[in-house]
């Protein structure tokens, strides 16, 4: 499996912007389907924002959608979440994923995890 290890996590303002980057490891990276979920104290993990294999398709989950944008670099190895316009309520931990689909939306289909970075948003 592919090892995935998330940086550029931090404490910022609100309305502030933040870039964080995944950097995989492991067999081609290019075959796995990306994703970046988030998890609040006492939540459930939720989607994020998801990009296809080759980078050309992108999803996000509404409360990010237009503030948050996701990229991968596949010479690089690399998976990115844009974050602008920060609130108070983007406050978690931020986990990259990986997933032998495509894409997806749905937490059980990525089988390997990142380690988290913490994202902290003071209002």
């Known amino acids: 499996q592919v090892q995935l290890v998330e940086s550029g996590g931090g404490l910022v303002q609100a309305g502030d912007s933040l870039r964080l980057s995944c950097a995989a490891s492991?067999?081609?990276?290019?075959?796995?389907?990306m994703g970046w979920f988030r998890q609040a104290p006492g939540k459930e993990r939720e989607f994020v924002a998801a990009?296809?294999?080759?980078?050309?398709?992108?999803y996000y989950a509404n409360s990010v959608k237009g503030r948050f944008t996701i990229s991968r670099d596949n010479f690089k190895n690399t998976v990115y979440l844009e974050m602008k316009s920060l609130k108070a309520e983007d406050t978690a931990v931020y986990y990259c994923?990986?997933?032998?689909?495509?894409?997806?939306?749905?937490?059980?289909?990525?089988?390997?995890w990142g380690q988290g970075t913490q994202v902290t948003v003071s209002s």
């Open positions: 994923a990986a997933t032998n689909s495509t894409v997806s939306k749905q937490r059980f289909e990525y089988v390997t």
């Open positions: 492991g067999r081609t990276f290019s075959n796995y389907g």
């Open positions: 990009v296809t294999r080759g980078g050309g398709t992108t």
